[in-house]
Structure formats: structure tokens, C-alpha cells
């Protein structure tokens, strides 16, 4: 088992993480529909700009280019039967990248997001199958040299069981990451307190847990309070949020974050708990340039209250903040019963709390 980002979090109060792939990539000339993945053999150049860009403004861990990575979502573009090298060689490329920028401590983190299929009884993906195409994707992941692997944007709880079973068998340290883009809550319903429940069930334990993707920095830094309210004492949490809320500018989805904006996320990200902080959708090189140098100059603040981060980033859910009012909605995971939806525009599977 690599060690190597557990002995970074206990020499350093945070560590920065990088941001957008698939964004960043339309501006390298990837067409719309078109597998990111796929240039892990195609054009392994660009994935290594992509990859160079956030190293060289500072990030301390990299993700690869491996999002879809699973032989169900590379199915779509006939490429699942070289699930593995496409794992194996996104890992190698981080690496390579890495070595020519002389940042050979930079933490590669295997990439796996939802599969796109829906569990059954809603759909055709056992609990067994989901597992089996997770192991692969981290089989993968493993003989390239990642270092962690990083299950991310995921909506649903057998969605993470399933992918925690799989990534297990490679015997990686593991993070979690949830997506609460729908009132403060996963797709699927599941609250950021939920998370941390699920956390200390879970076996093995992911080394760290947290938020990716969303509706913006103010929801995920709400999503913090709510995480930290049920989190135990040595928890580490993560922030990874889309740079602001997109738009569309002269026909392309643009996202209005700016970089003095995701550089007050980072400070806030870090008074709520957060060690590991970075950006997802939208974020280019110049943010995490900012967010570096706003963690460095930083101190670490009280805990700020909803009304203060609502203030400094913008407006959030309904939903988000009647969790910070108590609302039972954060009940145990163990406690909810199960169905599913899906996001992004894939399917994807897993339970969703009861109501």
C-alpha cells in the first residue's frame, strides 16, 4: 500500500488538489461526445498539458484522466476491453508529468467516477458486477503507479459501496467524494452528514471524504458545516468544487468563478475543516494558482457561519441551510431505505434515503 499521501497530511495542515479535466480539454480540441479517456493513448501529450498545468500552479495532487474509466461508460465508445491500459497508462502519463516539472512529490490519484448504470432492481448492474468493473478500472489505476485512488462524484450509496469493494482489492488508500448539487443533497438524496455516517461503516475506511462537483463553491462550503457536524475527531475532509455556476457565453458553457473567488473558497474550505482543497468543473490553471497562494498567506479562522459564506461566495440551497438548522433529514445512512436515479447526463445507481 503506498503511504505517500498519508505522510503528506502529517507534515502539512492542507494540500491542494487540482481541478477540471474534461473542461480544460475542449480547450485542447476535444470535441463534445468525445471520450476524455481515450487520449490517455491517442494523445498523451495533451493529457500530460493538462496534467502539467495544475502541477505547475501549485497543486499537490493531481486526478488522471480517468473519470469514465470503467469498461461499462468505455462501452459506449467500444473501447471497454482496454479498460486496463487506459487506467495503467493515465497513471503513468501523471507520473511522467510530474517527473518533468520536478515535482516528483505530487500525489497521483487514480480517478473512478459513477459507471452510468443503474443497480438493480432498477436496472440491469449488480452489487457483484459493480464491484468487478470497479476492480478493473483500479487494477488499472494500481499498475500505473497511483498512488490513492480517488472515487469521485458519486451520487449514491451503492454506487460507493461498489466502488469501495473494488478499489479495495488493489489495497490503495481510497477517498470519497459526493456530488451535492440537488438541495444540499446527493442526486440520490443523500445529505453531506450522511457521508460521514457512511464513512466509518465502510471497510476499508477511506483515508479522507468529502464534496466534488456541485452547483458552486458556497454549496460546498455549506456542505462542509453539515459534513463536520457528524465527523469524528482525525477526519479528513475534502473540498473539491466547480469553478462558480456555468454559463453560456457565444454558444460554449463558461464558468463564472473567478479566480479571487475561488481563492475565498479555499480560506473558507480550510476554517470549515477542509485538508484537502481543490476545484472540479471549470477550474484552469490560473485558479489554482490563487487558491495556492491564498492557502500559503492563510491562517485558519473560527469555523465562518452560513450567513458569512453566503456573503463572501454567493447564495445557496434551501435545503443545505435547513441542515444547518437541524433538519432530520440527517438521519444515519443505516437508517434510510434504497432507490435510485441518475446525473450528469449518465445513469447512475445506488440508495437513496426514504422521505
Given at each position: 500500500?503506498?503511504?505517500?499521501?498519508?505522510?503528506?497530511?502529517?507534515?502539512?495542515?492542507?494540500?491542494?488538489?487540482?481541478?477540471?479535466?474534461?473542461?480544460?480539454?475542449?480547450?485542447?480540441?476535444?470535441?463534445?461526445?468525445?471520450?476524455?479517456?481515450?487520449?490517455?493513448?491517442?494523445?498523451?501529450?495533451?493529457?500530460?498539458?493538462?496534467?502539467?498545468?495544475?502541477?505547475?500552479?501549485?497543486?499537490?495532487?493531481?486526478?488522471?484522466?480517468?473519470?469514465?474509466?470503467?469498461?461499462?461508460?468505455?462501452?459506449?465508445?467500444?473501447?471497454?476491453?482496454?479498460?486496463?491500459?487506459?487506467?495503467?497508462?493515465?497513471?503513468?502519463?501523471?507520473?511522467?508529468?510530474?517527473?518533468?516539472?520536478?515535482?516528483?512529490?505530487?500525489?497521483?490519484?487514480?480517478?473512478?467516477?459513477?459507471?452510468?448504470?443503474?443497480?438493480?432492481?432498477?436496472?440491469?448492474?449488480?452489487?457483484?458486477?459493480?464491484?468487478?468493473?470497479?476492480?478493473?478500472?483500479?487494477?488499472?489505476?494500481?499498475?500505473?503507479?497511483?498512488?490513492?485512488?480517488?472515487?469521485?462524484?458519486?451520487?449514491?450509496?451503492?454506487?460507493?459501496?461498489?466502488?469501495?469493494?473494488?478499489?479495495?482489492?488493489?489495497?490503495?488508500?481510497?477517498?470519497?467524494?459526493?456530488?451535492?448539487?440537488?438541495?444540499?443533497?446527493?442526486?440520490?438524496?443523500?445529505?453531506?452528514?450522511?457521508?460521514?455516517?457512511?464513512?466509518?461503516?465502510?471497510?476499508?475506511?477511506?483515508?479522507?471524504?468529502?464534496?466534488?462537483?456541485?452547483?458552486?463553491?458556497?454549496?460546498?462550503?455549506?456542505?462542509?458545516?453539515?459534513?463536520?457536524?457528524?465527523?469524528?475527531?482525525?477526519d479528513i475532509m475534502v473540498a473539491k468544487s466547480n469553478c462558480g455556476i456555468p454559463e453560456f457565453v457565444d454558444g460554449e458553457i463558461a464558468y463564472n468563478g473567478t479566480p479571487e473567488l475561488m481563492a475565498d473558497y479555499a480560506r473558507l474550505a480550510v476554517d470549515c475543516g477542509a485538508r484537502i482543497i481543490g476545484g472540479c468543473c471549470g477550474t484552469t490553471g490560473e485558479h489554482i494558482r490563487a487558491m495556492r497562494a491564498a492557502l500559503e498567506a492563510h491562517e485558519k479562522g473560527p469555523k465562518p457561519t452560513a450567513e458569512e459564506i453566503v456573503a463572501r461566495l454567493g447564495t445557496v440551497s434551501a435545503g443545505a441551510l435547513k441542515q444547518q438548522d437541524g433538519s432530520p433529514g440527517d438521519?444515519?445512512?443505516?437508517?434510510?431505505?434504497?432507490?435510485?436515479?441518475?446525473?450528469?447526463?449518465?445513469?447512475?445507481?445506488?440508495?437513496?434515503?426514504?422521505?
Amino acid at each position: 500500500m503506498s503511504d505517500r499521501l498519508q505522510a503528506l497530511l502529517q507534515e502539512r495542515p492542507w494540500l491542494l488538489a487540482d481541478g477540471a479535466t474534461g473542461t480544460n480539454f475542449f480547450a485542447l480540441g476535444l470535441e463534445h461526445g468525445d471520450a476524455p479517456e481515450l487520449w490517455n493513448l491517442s494523445h498523451p501529450e495533451k493529457v500530460k498539458v493538462n496534467y502539467r498545468t495544475f502541477i505547475d500552479a501549485g497543486s499537490d495532487i493531481v486526478l488522471t484522466n480517468t473519470f469514465g474509466g470503467t469498461r461499462n461508460r468505455l462501452k459506449l465508445h467500444k473501447a471497454q476491453d482496454q479498460c486496463v491500459e487506459i487506467n495503467r497508462r493515465a497513471a503513468e502519463l501523471a507520473h511522467e508529468a510530474a517527473r518533468e516539472a520536478g515535482r516528483e512529490d505530487v500525489i497521483v490519484a487514480g480517478s473512478m467516477g459513477p459507471t452510468g448504470d443503474l443497480f438493480e432492481p432498477l436496472g440491469p448492474l449488480t452489487l457483484e458486477a459493480g464491484t468487478a468493473a470497479f476492480a478493473e478500472q483500479a487494477q488499472g489505476l494500481a499498475e500505473g503507479g497511483a498512488d490513492v485512488l480517488w472515487i469521485e462524484t458519486i451520487s449514491a450509496i451503492d454506487e460507493v459501496k461498489a466502488a469501495v469493494s473494488g478499489a479495495a482489492t488493489t489495497g490503495l488508500p481510497l477517498v470519497i467524494t459526493l456530488s451535492f448539487d440537488t438541495n444540499g443533497r446527493t442526486m440520490m438524496g443523500v445529505t453531506p452528514a450522511q457521508v460521514a455516517h457512511l464513512t466509518h461503516e465502510l471497510h476499508p475506511n477511506p483515508l479522507a471524504f468529502g464534496g466534488n462537483c456541485g452547483t458552486g463553491a458556497a454549496e460546498l462550503v455549506i456542505a462542509l458545516l453539515n459534513m463536520g457536524e457528524a465527523a469524528l475527531e482525525g477526519d479528513i475532509m475534502v473540498a473539491k468544487s466547480n469553478c462558480g455556476i456555468p454559463e453560456f457565453v457565444d454558444g460554449e458553457i463558461a464558468y463564472n468563478g473567478t479566480p479571487e473567488l475561488m481563492a475565498d473558497y479555499a480560506r473558507l474550505a480550510v476554517d470549515c475543516g477542509a485538508r484537502i482543497i481543490g476545484g472540479c468543473c471549470g477550474t484552469t490553471g490560473e485558479h489554482i494558482r490563487a487558491m495556492r497562494a491564498a492557502l500559503e498567506a492563510h491562517e485558519k479562522g473560527p469555523k465562518p457561519t452560513a450567513e458569512e459564506i453566503v456573503a463572501r461566495l454567493g447564495t445557496v440551497s434551501a435545503g443545505a441551510l435547513k441542515q444547518q438548522d437541524g433538519s432530520p433529514g440527517d438521519l444515519p445512512v443505516r437508517e434510510r431505505s434504497s432507490g435510485r436515479r441518475g446525473r450528469r447526463g449518465n445513469k447512475e445507481s445506488g440508495s437513496v434515503p426514504g422521505f
